[in-house]
């Protein structure tokens, strides 16, 4: 499945560059705030991500990262500024400062897909159903269709053999791929990926790691919230350091892992070093 148009695929682990800025703006965030009561969780942040770029959020627990996922998608509105995908604005009907109704806002996050830490699968749906309900049932599309589509997905990430199964009787790891599995199904214009390796046992990490990183390599716009730092070097296009709901850096992987211009981001990264490995700053 080509995610990307006529985007050059990355060779090996090496990131596309996007320095220049060509491809086409995907997502786009403007002055992004949000308080919960007296809590300031994101200050005025805004990003933009270019058709086929991975961009990894990293940053402590706690600084915004996850809330700023889901104020993309509008599963937290937004305070104040605006969000903006294949120039669609979400949430407010262009051109006026009305909300979108429910039915209205289904339809702009089916450009948006979303994989969530703790899965967030139908538990009473087998595997096949959970994948294939979005695109029957929000985007009005062919059953058959959908389902050919399901299985080429399942076998895709790994699953065709627990295409009957239910959530119950899978592994983390499993549930992940068909969380994955799912998001694709909506053919997003962006994926969103909330630590989708957090709640995972170790052993399992890597299986959902591969399968990013095979939608990366074939130029899926993508924005995940990770902890996975030598994931996060190999696979970004860039990196978007976040601390105390701001951004404070932002930039190439390599360069952002070798030598991190702010003192926030040297003293978060140091974190998750050897005690014997030399730091460049």
């Given at each position: 499945m080509n995610f990307s148009g006529d985007l050059p695929l990355r060779a090996g682990n090496a990131p596309l560059s996007f320095d220049d800025n060509t491809a086409p703006v995907v997502l786009?965030?403007?002055?992004?705030?949000?308080?919960?009561?007296?809590?300031?969780?994101?200050?005025?942040?805004s990003l933009k991500v270019h058709?086929?770029?991975?961009?990894?959020?990293l940053g402590p627990s706690g600084c915004g990262k996850s809330t700023l996922l889901r104020c993309i998608n509008w599963l937290e509105v937004p305070d104040g500024g605006t969000v903006h995908v294949s120039n669609q604005r979400m949430g407010v009907r262009d051109g006026s400062a009305h909300k979108m109704t429910d039915a209205e806002l289904a339809?702009?996050?089916?450009?948006?897909?979303?994989?969530?830490?703790?899965f967030a699968l139908w538990p009473?749906?087998?595997?096949?159903?959970?994948?294939?309900?979005?695109?029957?049932?929000?985007?009005?599309?062919?059953?058959?269709?959908?389902?050919?589509?399901?299985?080429?997905?399942?076998?895709?990430v790994g699953l065709a053999d627990k295409m009957d199964a239910?959530?119950?009787?899978?592994?983390?790891?499993?549930?992940?791929?068909?969380?994955?599995?799912?998001a694709l199904?909506?053919?997003?214009?962006?994926?969103l990926?909330?630590?989708?390796?957090?709640?995972?046992?170790?052993?399992?990490?890597?299986?959902?790691?591969?399968v990013m990183r095979g939608l990366a390599e074939e130029g899926a716009t993508m924005v995940i919230v990770t902890h996975e730092m030598e994931f996060a070097r190999q696979v970004a296009s860039?990196?978007?350091?976040?601390?105390?709901?701001?951004?404070?850096?932002?930039?190439?992987?390599?360069?952002?892992?070798?030598?991190?211009q702010t003192q926030r981001a040297q003293q978060f990264l140091a974190r998750f070093r050897a005690p014997h490995e030399a730091r460049p700053w």
């Open positions: 786009q965030l403007n002055g992004i705030s949000k308080s919960f009561g007296s809590s300031h969780v994101l200050r005025d942040v058709q086929g770029e991975t961009v990894c959020l339809h702009s996050r089916a450009r948006i897909g979303m994989v969530f830490q703790h009473h749906l087998s595997v096949l159903h959970n994948v294939m309900e979005a695109p029957i049932h929000v985007l009005k599309r062919p059953r058959d269709e959908v389902r050919a589509e399901a299985e080429s997905l399942l076998n895709r239910f959530p119950s009787r899978l592994s983390g790891g499993q549930k992940q791929r068909v969380g994955i599995a799912r199904a909506m053919k997003p214009d962006v994926l990926f909330d630590e989708p390796t957090s709640a995972l046992d170790p052993e399992l990490v890597g299986e959902v790691l591969g860039r990196i978007v350091f976040m601390d105390a709901g701001e951004v404070i850096e932002t930039g190439h992987p390599e360069q952002f892992f070798a030598a991190p």
